[in-house]
């Protein structure tokens, strides 16, 4: 398929301090990449490169083979912020409204991306009303309207209940099944194993990059924390 | 830039306001009552009513629309929402001229409202220019929009933003001849004054008050306070980055 994404030694210095240490990462295209590491591993940084709208100290990202951030790109790259980055004083329906004019996206989009993350009836609930689950939900639609080929999703599934995450993860499957690029966070380490590849971001380095099989192979573990406690213990020399 | 979003963008601004129905009667209202406490107070001198009145009208909507404004963009900064937009085909004019739409028609209902009660109840003299009056309102609240959106920039939280307010707004109504006519002043005041916009849109409306024929000062006044906007919509954009550390 080749890669949606490419980065090559990106560097990134927030606060005078190096947060991202020279990071090379192809992303597969048409298939949902785990983006996983503890908080402050640097993963929604790297997430703000991909979209464009971090300042970056040296090295390249590109998407679908433009510069990221490029013009052109703004209307084929969705983007889920970790902050529900939607208007509170602005109901559901408003609120999609905006962006999918912004956006360029017809209005039946809206009715569609309300059905898909599952607040129908709510379209007229102002977004300061929703839980903290609708509300996330409410800004996975926003980045779905115009049907973008890169998704970028800072911790979507964070505090959902199981059965939400589950259909989430379903649909962020049939969604790479249709030629999607999808590039997902998470913290958590059970998440890991519904992903097609995974990569390990710690403290500001890719620990290590692959299909879950395949790491669980190399660390000739079964599941996938301990087969990441492994490679920690690996890097940092303290390893059995 | 394009049309359509602009249009969406004030669209988008007005609809946040109509959620907000204690801040459009604050909005409104505000200025009515301030009005109505100024004639009560000159009630023996209707001259001097006659000489504040018609800048407080023009005047209001600056200071309103500076706040309004600075924390509407403020929230826009932290709540993730400018961060969204700038990762999709939004242009920072279309944000930015859509901010202006929207607190252009806002500041046209204030400004209106006021003058009829002015003009109306208040007995005060219009002397034939009440449209002007309120076309220099709106001139004058787009003037306090993209002071309000530059300075909105250097805020990191609500509580600055708020404190702008007195920073940037209060030496301007103390020093724009409002309360001691400019050629009184000390020398150095006369010259901080002189770059304050204010000053200009003081002027411009006191010029609009007085039953003279306009001169080409009038003109001059209104040419500054249009080109002291635009200015400071730029440096708004300026400060609206795409990339940010």
Known sequence: MGAAISVRGLRVVRGGREVLHAIDLDIESGRVTGLLGPSGSGKTTLMRAVVGVQVVADGSVSVLGLDAGAPALRERVGYQTQAPSVYADLTVDENLQYFASVLGATLSRVTEVVGRVGLDGLERQLAASLSGGEHARLSLAAALLNQPSVLVLDEPTVGLDPMLRRDLWAFFHELAAGGTTLLVSSHVMDEADRCDDLVLLREGRVLISGTPEGLKQTTGTTDLDAAFLSLIDEVDGEGP | ?245
């Open chain 2, 1 to 245: 830039m394009s049309l359509h979003r602009t249009r969406a963008t004030a669209h988008r601004v007005l609809r946040q306001l109509r959620h907000d129905p204690r801040t459009i009667a604050l909005l409104l209202a505000v200025p009515c009552v301030l009005q109505v406490l100024v004639r009560a107070l000159f009630a023996d001198r209707p001259s001097v009513f006659q000489s504040l009145g018609v800048p407080l009208l023009g005047l209001f909507p600056f200071v309103a629309m500076f706040i309004v404004t600075s924390i509407t963009m403020l929230r826009e900064r932290t709540s993730g929402t400018l961060e969204r937009l700038m990762t999709t085909p939004l242009a920072r004019g279309d944000l930015l001229v859509g901010y202006a739409l929207a607190f252009a028609l806002v500041a046209a209902a204030q400004a209106t409202l006021v003058s009829a009660l002015s003009f109306g109840l208040l007995g005060l003299d219009s002397g034939h220019r009440a449209v002007s009056v309120i076309a220099l309102a709106i001139a004058n609240a787009i003037l306090g929009m993209s002071l309000g959106l530059f300075a909105s920039a250097f805020a990191r939280t609500e509580f600055q933003a708020v404190q702008f307010m007195p920073a940037f707004v209060l030496p301007q109504i103390l020093l724009c001849g409002l309360i001691v006519p400019r050629d009184e002043m000390a020398e150095w005041l006369r010259v901080i004054s002189a770059v304050m916009p204010l000053t200009y849109a003081y002027d411009a409306l006191a010029r609009l008050a007085s039953p003279d024929e306009l001169t080409a000062q009038f003109w001059v006044d209104v040419a500054i306070v249009v080109g002291v906007t635009i200015v400071a919509l730029l440096l708004g954009a300026v400060t609206l980055r795409r990339r940010t550390p």
